[in-house]
């Protein structure tokens, strides 16, 4: 079966760095489109970045680009989300999530997620 288990969240300073990790098993890595979602309580999930299949394309939100970089790793089906920079409003849950077709910013479009890892930045 599908899944997706993130790692790396934790407390840091504003101005500091978290390197998030996502492993894949149960389906194609290399087949799909991948993204980092965020969530914060009473919030919708949105979207962070997205990256294709052939790591040929990256996408990101306004509001971590220049901070944040996504990448992947097809060899060890791993999807990977370098945060620089940090600023406490980067507060929340961050997930990753498979795309079921092509690139898409909309949570919608995604049909496996992970749990979750919490990244918390203090002022």
């Known amino acids: 079966q599908v899944q997706l288990v993130e790692s790396g969240g934790g407390l840091v300073q504003a101005g500091g760095s978290l390197r998030l990790s996502c492993a894949a098993s149960?389906?194609?890595?290399?087949?799909?489109?991948m993204a980092w979602f965020r969530q914060t309580p009473g919030k919708e999930r949105e979207f962070v970045a997205a990256?294709?299949?052939?790591?040929?394309?990256?996408y990101y939100a306004d509001s971590v680009k220049g901070r944040f970089t996504i990448s992947r790793d097809n060899a060890r089906k791993t999807v990977y989300l370098q945060m620089n920079s940090l600023k406490p409003e980067d507060t929340a849950v961050y997930y990753c999530?498979?795309?079921?077709?092509?690139?898409?910013?909309?949570?919608?479009?995604?049909?496996?997620w992970g749990q979750g890892t919490q990244v918390t930045v203090s002022s």
């Open positions: 999530a498979r795309d079921s077709g092509g690139i898409s910013f909309s949570r919608r479009e995604y049909d496996y």
């Open positions: 990256i294709s299949w052939n790591v040929g394309n990256t």
């Open positions: 149960g389906f194609t890595f290399s087949s799909y489109n």
